[in-house]
């Protein structure tokens, strides 16, 4: 025993234990791996291990085997999603046609007693507007008739005049043509006469002459009743024809 003792104890070991424990090291290894990826998904009856035993340890090789890839384990694939088919969108049926309600009465608002004050007082005033219209117009009417009628009646006592005028003439005989004579006469109220004026000679002194004094011969000249037309034979204007 002593002898064993100093035998382990030395510091040089004996020649061959290096490498048959690097070779143990690699085929602990290498069985690890066997059974990790060797390892078969088949159920089957296990098989018998055969142990060889050997008196001494083989004297390793020195290469180094690669170590095996793990195969690679491809991963099933998974389908995509597909949409479920929904049912086509069914349309709504057609709303049927309501009958249009009739439309309620609509009582009338009493008026109030102000608008009513107001409506009489427009009513009046647009009465009175119509009346007036109607006076104007009467009156319009009236006016010309009356004017329409001062104007036939200074025609006829101008007529009238020129009447009683030739009635005076002492007309001289055997004048050529008929000579014709103007004269501007100034008239008073009633129907005298104020001034004679001679405008227009017809071309003979002689029938200018008796013109003249059957003017005066013939005052007071016929004058219409109504004063108001005086204003219209105050100045006249007269003509007198030799053959008339």
Do not use: C
């Not at 009513?116 to 007036?132: D, G, P, S, Y």
């Not at 037309?229 to 100045?235: G, I």
Request: charged content about 25%.
């Amino acid at each position: 025993m002593s002898g064993a003792m100093t035998l382990r104890g030395s510091a040089h070991p004996e020649p061959g234990l290096v490498p048959a424990g690097v070779l143990a090291l690699l085929m602990h290894v290498a069985f690890l791996v066997f059974l990790v990826f060797g390892f078969s998904w088949k159920t089957a009856p296990p098989e018998g291990m055969v142990v060889d035993l050997w008196s001494s340890l083989p004297i390793p090789d020195k290469t180094i085997p690669e170590p095996v890839k793990p195969k690679e384990v491809s991963k099933p694939e998974i389908p995509a999603p597909v949409a479920p088919l929904l049912p086509p969108p069914v349309k709504p049926a057609i709303a049927l046609k309501q009958k249009p309600e009739k439309p309620k009465p609509v009582e009338p608002k009493q008026p109030k007693e102000k608008d009513l004050i107001k409506t009489r007082e427009a009513e009046a005033q647009r009465e009175v507007q119509r009346l007036q219209r109607e006076q104007e117009a009467i009156n319009r009417d009236l006016q010309a008739r009356q004017v329409a009628a001062q104007a036939r009646l200074v025609d006829e006592y101008r007529a009238k005049i020129n009447a009683k005028i030739k009635s005076r003439i002492v007309t001289p005989p055997n004048l050529p043509g008929d000579p014709v004579v103007e004269f501007d006469v100034t008239l008073l109220p009633g129907g005298d006469i104020l001034e004679v004026k001679l405008k227009k000679s017809s071309g003979f002194a002689a029938f200018d002459s008796a013109v003249e004094r059957a003017i005066h011969l013939s005052k007071p000249l016929p004058l219409p009743p109504d004063p108001t037309l005086f204003r219209d034979f105050r100045e006249l204007s007269l003509k007198l024809h030799y053959r008339e």
